[in-house]
């Protein structure tokens, strides 16, 4: 059961234009969110959270969206730059688990120079 | 500050043999997590150690077993390798009861042949 999904595999961007990456969820009782980026034979690097209590936010370049009802978050780079070309999770967590994740499938995002 | 280190970082393993994958958790940190990235997925929840004891477990059988040291650190074992069991795993750990990101390590590439 995917309770996390990126139905998105892949995605490419003009270097300097926006880049938006969906991820829905089905688990209403999931209260926290990130986003992770993970470049090939790392482990994933942390980018961006956002708590069930927000409908956005910010970290220079890059802000997460959260819409609650409709179950979606969205994360978008602006600009989009060469060096973001990487794979992207996202992730969310229940409440009162200790930081027990569950991920997406991930979306490999190009960003062509 | 060294980050979340993992070793080995490659292993090869034959079918029915057993494995142990070793984890040292970011300074500061006292919760390990274990994931399993298969090929083309995103990381699947293994189990969370804290204060030395299991917290969560995902949905993965008994061969799968871990261990946390006084110092935090952690352990993967996994028991009658099978070939299924090929993977990248991955350790994060994390403060308890905190909205804070996990750190992740570079991870183990494990391969049952």
């Known amino acids: 059961d995917q309770q996390v999904k990126q139905n998105s595999p892949s995605l490419s961007v003009q270097e300097g234009r926006i880049s938006i990456l969906n991820c829905d969820y089905t688990n209403s009782m999931f209260d926290y969110f990130l986003w992770y980026k993970k470049y090939p034979a790392e482990g994933p690097t942390f980018l961006i959270s956002?708590?069930?209590?927000?409908d956005k936010n910010e970290d220079g370049r890059f802000t997460v969206f959260l819409n609650k009802s409709a179950k979606h978050l969205s994360l978008h780079i602006v600009p989009s730059q060469p060096g973001d070309s990487a794979v992207y999770f996202c992730a969310a967590r229940p409440p009162n688990t200790g930081n027990q994740f569950y991920f997406g499938t991930g979306t490999s995002l190009t960003v062509i120079p | 500050d060294a980050g979340v280190t993992q070793s080995p970082t490659h292993l090869i393993k034959t079918r029915g043999q057993q494995v142990t994958l070793r984890c040292s958790p970011k300074?500061?940190?006292?919760?390990v997590s274990w994931y399993q990235q298969a090929l083309g997925q995103g990381p699947q929840f293994i189990f969370q150690?804290?204060?030395?004891?299991?917290?969560q477990r995902g949905n993965f059988p008994d061969r799968f077993s871990g261990h946390q040291f006084p110092n935090y650190s952690s352990e993967l074992n996994v028991n009658a390798l099978l070939l299924g069991d090929s993977a990248l795993y991955l350790c994060?750990?994390?403060?308890?009861?905190?909205?804070?990101?996990?750190?992740f390590g570079q991870g183990t590439r494990l391969t049952v042949v």
């Open positions: 956002i708590s069930s209590i927000k």
């Open positions: 150690y804290y204060e030395e004891e299991e917290r």
């Open positions: 994060a750990s994390s403060l308890w009861g905190w909205d804070t990101e996990a750190f």
């Open positions: 300074s500061g940190h006292d919760t």
